[in-house]
């Protein structure tokens, strides 16, 4: 996975531009919503890659702490420009090194899909962690579409599913990608915030996010 990331750095952000106009229009709903969740909030975002969504949210957050394990996509987010204080760690998103309740705000898009079923609990803990009472998280990935995103694997007896995507170099790569319905997500996250369902989710046809408060 990390080498997937170090070899699209430069071309990462090209998913965001494509022409199809019904991605573009969640997309902006997913940026506005993501803005609001976050308004005033000094945000931990866990794979914030190559800054494309700290930069939206830095419109509106009083600061981020962007983190990601790949030093290639840090890099590129460094030669952005920010709305506010922007501080940029790499980190293990399984063991973050930041004190208990150190933010008020959580953000992690695009990163779900990617982390093995089995060790979803373990981020989830660990995430919530570092986030105080009250704190306001906001979390968004795809949504199943066959054809997008390069074939589809599934292999017996593995309950998470694959992606094989080419790069512009050439190179192919077989990817950790698991979908989720709005009943998964409120089932997952409603086992660490009480009160969490299927309401807080908004499932497009190319995207979810869900929003939510911790106790």
Not at 6 to 11: D, I, L, Q, S, V
């Amino acid at each position: 996975m990390e080498e997937y990331y170090r070899r699209r750095a430069e071309e990462f952000e090209a998913i965001y531009h494509r022409a199809d106009p019904a991605r573009r229009a969640e997309i902006k709903r997913l940026s506005q919503a993501a803005q609001e969740a976050l308004r005033g909030r000094r945000v931990l975002e866990v794979a914030c890659g190559t800054g494309y969504w700290t930069r939206l949210v830095s419109q509106t957050a009083r600061g981020i702490t962007a983190t990601d394990s790949v030093e290639e996509v840090l890099n590129v987010a460094r030669r952005k420009t920010y709305h506010c204080p922007v501080a940029f760690r790499l980190e293990n998103a399984y063991r973050l090194s930041f004190e208990a309740e150190e933010f008020d705000g959580g953000l992690a898009n695009f990163w779900f899909s990617h982390i093995p079923r089995h060790r979803v609990d373990r981020f989830i803990a660990g995430f919530h962690r570092t986030l105080r009472p009250q704190a306001s998280v906001f979390l968004a990935d795809n949504v199943l579409v066959p054809d997008v995103g390069g074939e589809l694997i599934s292999r017996a007896g593995d309950d998470d599913t694959y992606r094989r995507r080419t790069l512009r170099d050439g190179s192919e790569h077989v990817i950790i990608k698991n979908y989720y319905s709005a009943e998964d997500l409120s089932a997952i996250l409603g086992q660490h915030v009480p009160g969490l369902n299927a309401a807080n989710v908004f499932v497009g046809q190319h995207f979810w996010y869900i929003t939510y408060r911790l106790p």
